[in-house]
């Protein structure tokens, strides 16, 4: 044992060794930090034990509990598929879409699930919250329908689609009134104006009085009387200030009438399953112009 030697300078201990005349001093490690540490070092041992830990060669030490994160992943998915699952159930098992609506939770599920699907698989053609797209995309979110604005009406449209290759698609088509040469040019013209008329915008009123017998007899069938539109047609209304094709201008109605541009929509049958289905028929309808 070496006797204690104790520097005058600052009264503590030294712990012997010497460099060139310059002594160290003894400073232990404080009492609290050192046993903390000796506390880590147990308790890292405790949990190897416990927990998955050490690699190996083939794998890692697994632990006495058992514990593994990716299995309590699955069943927290599991939990929340099951969940959902309930909904989906019930959603695609209602007697009709009426009585989704009617029920506030399977609505709110409704229109929320409907919401992804509807902007997975719509909005690149009808824009994000169903607000249309120029070029004969048709906004789902006023109460201007072509083909009807009902639950069972918007069904049919998703399930079957629009001038497509599925038999119950909506098939109606304007006739090529020019390129066929069911109508001159002359009536044509006439009959633009008297289209321009039905939005009191028609500069020449002897034209858009010769084009309206041509509408009774070339148009009104599809389009109504006074050009209100029928839905059975999916035929627009030619009387309001919202066009599907071009700007409602003269030359834009004149472009439809000689050689028409018909909207195509596919059949999502066999895409979306029958859930799906129901609910983004049910998230159109609540968009705003839901009949
Ligand atoms: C490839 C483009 C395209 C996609 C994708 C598409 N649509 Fe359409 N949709 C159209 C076109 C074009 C029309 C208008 C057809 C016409 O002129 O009659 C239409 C019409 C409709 C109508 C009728 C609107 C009315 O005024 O009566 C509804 C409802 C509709 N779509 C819903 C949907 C839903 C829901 C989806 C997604 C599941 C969808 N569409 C996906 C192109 C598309
Ligand atoms: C067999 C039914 C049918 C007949 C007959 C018909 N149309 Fe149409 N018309 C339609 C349909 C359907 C559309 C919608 C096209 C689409 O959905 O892409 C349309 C669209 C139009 C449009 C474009 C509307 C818009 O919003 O952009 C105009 C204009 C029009 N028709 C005028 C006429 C005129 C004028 C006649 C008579 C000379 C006529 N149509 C006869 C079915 C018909």
New binding site residues.
């Given amino acids: 044992m070496a006797v204690k030697e104790v520097d005058s300078i600052t009264g503590q201990e030294t712990t012997g060794h010497e460099w060139d005349g310059i002594k160290e001093l003894n400073r232990p490690l404080p009492m609290w930090w050192l046993y903390t540490f000796y506390a880590t070092i147990v308790i890292s041992v405790i949990l190897w034990v416990l927990y998955p830990a050490i690699p190996w060669i083939n794998g890692h030490t697994n632990g006495i509990l058992g514990y593994n994160q990716r299995a309590s992943l699955d069943k927290v998915m599991e939990e929340a598929n099951a969940a959902q699952a309930q909904y989906i159930t019930r959603i695609s098992q209602a007697p009709s879409l009426a009585a989704i609506q009617a029920d506030p939770d399977l609505l709110n599920f409704a229109q929320a699930g409907g919401r992804a699907?509807?902007n997975e698989?719509?909005a690149?053609?009808?824009g994000l919250g169903?607000s249309g797209r120029p070029g004969?995309?048709?906004t789902?979110a006023d109460d201007?329908?072509?083909?009807?604005?009902k639950l069972d009406?918007?069904a049919q449209?998703?399930h079957h689609?629009?001038?497509n290759a599925d038999p119950d698609s909506?098939q109606s088509v304007m006739p090529n009134f020019g390129t066929d040469q069911i109508l001159t040019a002359e009536q044509i013209g006439d009959v633009a104006e008297y289209v321009l008329s039905l939005s009191s915008r028609s500069t020449d009123a002897a034209a858009a009085d010769r084009g309206k017998t041509v509408f009774a007899d070339n148009c009104a069938s599809c389009h109504g009387d006074d050009g209100q539109g029928k839905?059975e047609f999916?035929a627009p209304n030619l009387a309001d200030a919202i066009w599907?094709h071009g700007d409602g201008s003269k030359l834009a109605i004149v472009a439809q009438v000689t050689k028409p541009r018909?909207?195509?929509?596919?059949a999502?049958d066999g895409r979306?399953s029958e859930a799906n289905?129901r609910m983004?028929?049910i998230?159109?309808h609540s968009l705003g112009g839901g009949q």
């Fill in positions: 699907v509807f698989n719509c690149a053609c009808h169903g004969g995309f048709p789902l201007d329908w072509l083909w009807g604005g009406d918007i449209t998703v689609g629009i001038r909506r839905a999916g599907l018909m909207g195509v929509m596919p999502w979306l289905q983004v028929t998230y159109v």
